[in-house]
């Protein structure tokens, strides 16, 4: 079956930073747009970065030039870099996956890995 499995969460001081990952398994990795979102406390879902299933890369404004997504399709492996982290980036991070085909739509997400930045 389908399974996202994000880790690499925690607890950071402001300044530092985290790599977080996704592990993919139950379907065609590279086929598939990557996402990394997140959701702080009392908030909605919000996107993060997206790379598409040919490595383009799309960012939020406010996160482009302190977090990098990258894919790794020989290890069906998303990875969300995320430097010089500040108290508001704390969140859930989620691993989301997607694809658009002409006749279904697929839309799958990880459980959501910890992130909290805190001195």
């Known amino acids: 079956q389908v399974q996202l499995v994000e880790s690499g969460g925690g607890l950071v001081q402001p300044g530092g930073s985290l790599r977080l990952s996704c592990a993919a398994s139950?379907?065609?990795?590279?086929?598939?747009?990557m996402s990394w979102y997140r959701q702080a406390p009392g908030k909605g879902r919000d996107l993060v970065a997206t790379?598409?299933?040919?490595?383009?890369?799309v960012y939020e404004d406010s996160m482009r030039d302190r977090f990098i997504i990258s894919r790794d399709n020989a290890l069906n492996t998303v990875y969300l870099q995320m430097n010089s982290l500040k108290p508001e980036d704390t969140a859930v991070y989620y691993c989301?996956?997607?694809?658009?085909?002409?006749?279904?739509?697929?839309?799958?997400w990880g459980q959501g890995t910890q992130v909290t930045v805190s001195s």
């Open positions: 139950g379907f065609t990795f590279s086929d598939y747009h």
């Open positions: 989301n996956a997607r694809r658009q085909t002409i006749l279904y739509g697929y839309d799958y």
């Open positions: 790379i598409g299933s040919s490595g383009i890369t």
